[in-house]
């Protein structure tokens, strides 16, 4: 036997006969003072009990219930910082331009497996963080990047700063990008808690979204292999994703 749906208590036609059931322990007592004073004839006792339920069961299946057929949503993917404010860089390299193909590059794969996807701009357009955090309602999962800034140029690795909630999630998305680098984890393999972040309280994160930071753009290195291989890290990125939202269906 193969159960098809776990949580059975979602739908009114479970919910209303447990009700039903619950109210004629109360109206029982009364239903029998009325076949005693003969209102209701004895033979009929059976039938306006079970008729109770049976009519709740029917009610429950015919009431439409709009919160278990609403779309999944789409999946907003989003670039950090925007075209008037090019965040971290590193001679002609700008984390606003560098977040920005990714940000393409995962929503072209996104697309390509018939998820539908909203961005906070396309092609060279970066819209400010105003923009981005309007995405987050309405979707399935909301995903910013970043790139990491530090004095050392030997900071380096991958993190995803996000709620506890999400835990899960930013840790393998992290990872995707961290083996497609060949970059490190950082943090609680690869998860950063926002109330340990050193930026604190993120707009984007209090939204229910998640703040990737995709490596260090100070690191020489791990710049060059950004640049590389980030097409196959937004890959890795897109099938997180996707497997993610397939999972709410």
Do not use: C
Not at 119 to 140: E, H, M, R, Y
Not at 150 to 155: R, V
Not at 190 to 200: P, V, Y
Request: glycine share 8%; hydrophobic share 45%.
């Amino acid at each position: 036997m193969k159960f098809i749906e776990q949580n059975a208590w979602q739908f009114l036609s479970v919910k209303l006969p447990v009700l039903g059931a619950f109210l004629l322990l109360v109206l029982i007592p009364g239903l029998q003072w009325a076949v005693d004073f003969k209102l209701i004839p004895v033979e009929y006792h059976a039938y306006v009990t079970g008729g109770v339920m049976v009519f709740l069961s029917w009610l429950g299946k015919k009431w439409y219930q709009p919160s278990l057929h609403q779309p999944l949503g789409f999946v907003a993917v989003t670039a950090g910082h925007s075209n008037s404010d090019p965040g971290a860089v590193n001679g002609k390299y700008k984390e606003s331009e560098l977040v920005t193909n990714f940000r393409n590059a995962v929503a072209h794969y996104l697309r390509e497996a018939g998820l539908q996807v909203k961005t906070d701009g396309t092609g060279a357009k970066n819209d400010p963080l105003s923009a981005a955090v309007k995405l987050i309602q309405g979707s399935s999962v909301a995903v910013e990047f970043h790139m990491n800034a530090a004095a050392s140029k030997q900071a380096n690795g991958v993190e995803t700063i996000a709620l506890p909630r999400d835990k899960k999630l930013a840790q393998d998305l992290s990872k995707a990008v961290a083996d497609a680098l060949g970059s490190r984890l950082r943090g609680d393999n690869g998860w950063i808690d926002q109330s340990k972040s050193a930026r604190g309280r993120l707009a984007y994160v209090n939204a229910g979204g998640l703040i990737m930071e995709l490596g260090f753009i100070s690191n020489e290195d791990e710049l060059a292999r950004f640049n590389a291989r980030y097409w196959l890290a937004a890959k890795a990125v897109a099938n997180i994703l996707i497997k993610y939202n397939n999972a709410l269906k």
